[in-house]
Every structure is written in structure tokens, then in C-alpha cells.
């Protein structure tokens, strides 16, 4: 028998309290609709009653359920089942906040059981009162995404939501698939700057049934306890009562055009990123002891600004976890960067590695001097700590090409040597982000894995190899990406790790 893991539910619902334009179900509330619903909720129940393996499920009523008390009561009776790890459900978030609270209460469920995935319907409601149900469930415990479709005149309102909202709160954004209102490049950036895994939705994937983890892993159950492999796929696989009796999936489809779909495909970085958070599509956020940040690039944007939201991201991170730097720069143009985030910074590795600076311990990487040949005909900076330790050589040449003569020159020697156009920084070969980040870690008894280094370039990569969870930001140089387990900006990091 199949070990299935996650749930998809939908009754026999067909109405909704709210009437957008664009749907079928809407102010069509009728009593014999919720009669039917509710017995289907009951046969769904018993059976799921005798499951004994842990479960998640999802409820995807079409219109709206948790308008009326008896959904309520279903959702918190599944979630009282001690093998049901957890349950969400699809809403439009009309319903009074503080009733369904109380009736968690009142069942004795447990909070932190109950999730909901809340759609933000603009023609229906304003953001301030959508905002407010949001956060007043999400601090009384219920973990919760929120979503909105992904319209070009949507978004004014999309990064008004997303200022609004809690940082730690995902914030995913459904692509309009076809219509007139055709996604332009800055569109597409705009909601990826958003939801990192908008993308993810615009493309969505290929039907593979010989990977889908539908009818397997995942089923989608109907009002009739009818089993298919995913909500989309029309081919029956067994019944609800006899889970001896699934047979092996097959899929129609040629693509997997929606969330509930493309999520069952396994091993993809939406997956991975996921984690145990993925039918829920809320991600699971996982425990970190420290943060590693590049500056150029990462925390500043192509023309060394820091935007309003990573301002507001890092200084929430450093209300729980140490943050760290790790630059080319030395410490004081690096602070000279940050301005009055400076502060929330622990420590950090500078001048590519060769100072590394945390509590009151500075230390510094001596770098052997360079032939005087090397400096002629171009201007050069040294960093010296103390009297006489020279730790950085920042050389600027005539032209690149004459850069990369000395390059050459001194390959094979005890430096580590980066370049850019007419730059060369030169620094001791046992420098490196890597090697700092690594001390840092082990002063301060920080484990590795524990650990989250984010940066731009290919210069991060061996940094990034040293931690637990690797990120790059979503304009990082394509290699970095390849080797990073996370794509996001730093103020996507909240939504994805805490302390
Ligand atoms: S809230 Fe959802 S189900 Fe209700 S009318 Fe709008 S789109 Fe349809
Ligand atoms: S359409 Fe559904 S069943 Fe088919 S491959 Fe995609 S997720 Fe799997």
C-alpha cells in the first residue's frame, strides 16, 4: 500500500459569500449546499479517523467554507485526530477571526495544528481590513500564506500588501495564465522581487506522472471519497474506503498548471525550499544560529542602495539570530555602507577575509609584500593594521589589460587575487570569506549547519559551501545559484529561517 502523507479535500461546496468577476461561485449560498458538504465532511472524517500514519491535509472547498460554523468544526475535529500533523484551508478570510479562535479554544485543538492559505481579493475588501484578520490570527498562532493574482494593474496594491504585512509571512502571487494582460521582463521582476518563487508559477511544469508524488505520497480526495492523484487529474485511482485497492496513477494532463500541481514534483528547488511546509504552501522555516551576508550586491542593490524592506528584514533577523558580514571591504567602508545598520551587525569577515572581526577580537591575515615592479604605473592602496601588518593591496592599473598581466605575474604565489576591470585586490592566500566565516563560527561555538551565508557572485561560492543553508539573491551570478539551496533576497530570509 502507497504511504500517503498529504491530503487534499474538497466537499461538495459550491458557493461563496463574495462575488469577483472572475468566478463561478459566487452569492450562491444555499442550505441543501451545506447539507450535502457537511456529509461529505463527515464520510471524509471517519475514514481519516482510522488512519493511522501521520497526515497532513488541505482543504480546497471551491467558494468559501469557513464562513459557516460547521466548516470551522470540521477543520478543528480533523485537526484533534493526534496522527492529523496538521491541516489548512483555502479562504477568502471573511470570516470573524476572533470567533474562529475561540472555538479552537473551546475544542481544546492545538493552535499551532491550524494553517490557512488566505486570498487577497482586492474587488472585495480593502488591504487594511484583510491585513488585520492576517496578523490577528498569525499572532494568536495559526500560521497562515497569503496570496493574490499576479496582475500588471495588481501592482500598487501587491507592494502596498507586502509593506503591510508581516515580514515572516509568505506572500505568494498566482500568474494570470493567458488573457490580454500579458507579464512584461520588469513585471516579472517586480513579482519575483515579491514571491521568489513566482516563477515557479508563471512557468509551471511539465506533467511527469512517473515523478509526481500524486497517487502516491499525495491524493486528492473528493465529496464522493472518489481518490485521484491531484485535483487536476480526472483519472479515478480508488476510494477513500479501500486504501488497499489504489491503483497505480496515470496522467492525462500535459501540464501541471497550477500550485497543487507543479508542488507534488519532487527534488525541485521549489521542494527543497519548501520543506515540510510545502502542501501548505507556507515555508517551513528553519532554525538558524547565524547569518552571513555579503554587502555589494546582496544587502545593496546595483547602485549601492539598500531598499526600505531589507532595511526592515535585517534589523528584525538581528532582534533574534547574530548577523555577520562578509565582504570584499574593509571594515570601515563597509560601516561607511551600512550607515545605521552598522549596528545590528555581531562581527564579521572584511577585506575578503584578511580581517576578521568579532566580539572585541581583531584578527588580521598578514599578506607577504609585493614586488615593488608589480606597483609601478599604478596607483596603490594598502591597508596596514597597527603599525605594520599589511593585510590588502588594492591595486588600480593603466587598463584591464595590464591588470591581468600582474595577475599573471603573480599566480602561483602565496596571494588570493580578484579582479574587476582595472582593480586587482590582492590579499594572503589562507584569506577568504570561507576561512573567516569558519572562525567566526568556531570561536563562537556556532555549528556550521546551523548557519545561513548569503551572497551575489562566484567569489561567495567557497563560503557558501561552508554553511547549512547556502542562498543566493535572485540577480546572483548564474554559478552561485547552481550551487545555492536557496534563491532569494535577504528580505525574503524571514520567511524562511528563525532563531
Ligand atoms: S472569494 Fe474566491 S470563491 Fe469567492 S467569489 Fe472570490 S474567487 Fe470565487
Ligand atoms: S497534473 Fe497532477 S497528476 Fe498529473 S503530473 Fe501534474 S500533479 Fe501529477
New binding site residues.
Given amino acids: 500500500m502507497n504511504r500517503i502523507r498529504n491530503i487534499y479535500f474538497r466537499g461538495s461546496l459550491r458557493s461563496?459569500n463574495?462575488?469577483?468577476s472572475?468566478?463561478s461561485?459566487?452569492k450562491k449560498i444555499g442550505e441543501t449546499d451545506k447539507e450535502r458538504d457537511q456529509q461529505a465532511h463527515s464520510l471524509f472524517y471517519d475514514n481519516i479517523a482510522q488512519w493511522i500514519d501521520p497526515l497532513r491535509i488541505m482543504l480546497i472547498p471551491?467558494?468559501?467554507g469557513l464562513i459557516h460554523t460547521y466548516y470551522q468544526e470540521a477543520m478543528i475535529r480533523l485537526s484533534l485526530l493526534s496522527h492529523v500533523e496538521g491541516i489548512s484551508c483555502q479562504t477568502?478570510l471573511s470570516f470573524q477571526p476572533s470567533s474562529f479562535i475561540k472555538r479552537i479554544q473551546a475544542h481544546h485543538a492545538t493552535i499551532a495544528k491550524i494553517k490557512l492559505w488566505a486570498?487577497f481579493?482586492p474587488e472585495?475588501t480593502s488591504i487594511d481590513t484583510f491585513i488585520e484578520k492576517v496578523h490577528q490570527l498569525y499572532y494568536a498562532g495559526i500560521e497562515l500564506c497569503v496570496g493574490v493574482v499576479g496582475s500588471r494593474r495588481n501592482k500598487d496594491t501587491i507592494a502596498v500588501l507586502r509593506q503591510k504585512l508581516d515580514k515572516r509571512i509568505y506572500l505568494f502571487i498566482n500568474a494570470l495564465q493567458g488573457g490580454s494582460d500579458l507579464l512584461h521582463t520588469d513585471d516579472i521582476s517586480f513579482f519575483t522581487s515579491i514571491d521568489p518563487f513566482f516563477l515557479s508559477d508563471y512557468k509551471n511544469a511539465k506533467a511527469d506522472i512517473s515523478r509526481c508524488s500524486g497517487g502516491r505520497d499525495t491524493i486528492f480526495v473528493n465529496h464522493k471519497g472518489n481518490v485521484h492523484p491531484c485535483p487536476r487529474n480526472p483519472v479515478k485511482i480508488g476510494d477513500i474506503t479501500d486504501r488497499e485497492s489504489f491503483v497505480k496513477p496515470v496522467c492525462p494532463r500535459e501540464r501541471c498548471d497550477c500550485y497543487i500541481g507543479y508542488s507534488n514534483l519532487p527534488d525541485t528547488r521549489l521542494s527543497r525550499m519548501m520543506g515540510k511546509g510545502i502542501l501548505f504552501r507556507i515555508p517551513e522555516k528553519r532554525k538558524i544560529e547565524a547569518i552571513f551576508f555579503d554587502i555589494d550586491g546582496t544587502l545593496t542593490d546595483s547602485t549601492g542602495r539598500i531598499s526600505g524592506s531589507c532595511k526592515e528584514a535585517v534589523e528584525l533577523l538581528s532582534e533574534t539570530v547574530p548577523l555577520y558580514l562578509a565582504t570584499a571591504l574593509p571594515l570601515l567602508p563597509a560601516k561607511r555602507r551600512l550607515g545605521n545598520l552598522f549596528h545590528l551587525f555581531t562581527g564579521g569577515v572584511f577585506a575578503d577575509g584578511a580581517h576578521i572581526h568579532y566580539q572585541d577580537n581583531d584578527v588580521y591575515i598578514p599578506l607577504k609584500p609585493i614586488p615593488d615592479i608589480q606597483k609601478k604605473g599604478c596607483e596603490v592602496r594598502e591597508y596596514i593594521a597597527g603599525q605594520h601588518i599589511i593585510y590588502k593591496y588594492v591595486l588600480k592599473m593603466p587598463s584591464a589589460e595590464q591588470t591581468r598581466t600582474v595577475m599573471k605575474t603573480l599566480e602561483n604565489q602565496d596571494y588570493n587575487l580578484h579582479h574587476q576591470g582595472v582593480f586587482l585586490a590582492i590579499t594572503a592566500k589562507k584569506a577568504g570569506k570561507k576561512s573567516g566565516l569558519e572562525t567566526i563560527c568556531r570561536k563562537e561555538h556556532i555549528n556550521l549547519k546551523n548557519v545561513v551565508a548569503i551572497g551575489n557572485t562566484a567569489q561567495d561560492s567557497s563560503m557558501l559551501s561552508a554553511v547549512g543553508y547556502p542562498c543566493a539573491v535572485l540577480d546572483a551570478e548564474d554559478t552561485l545559484k547552481q550551487m545555492a539551496g536557496y534563491i532569494l533576497n535577504p528580505d525574503h530570509l524571514p520567511l524562511f529561517f528563525k532563531s
Fill in positions: 461563496c463574495y462575488q469577483c472572475y468566478c461561485f459566487g471551491y467558494g468559501e477568502n486570498s481579493h472585495m
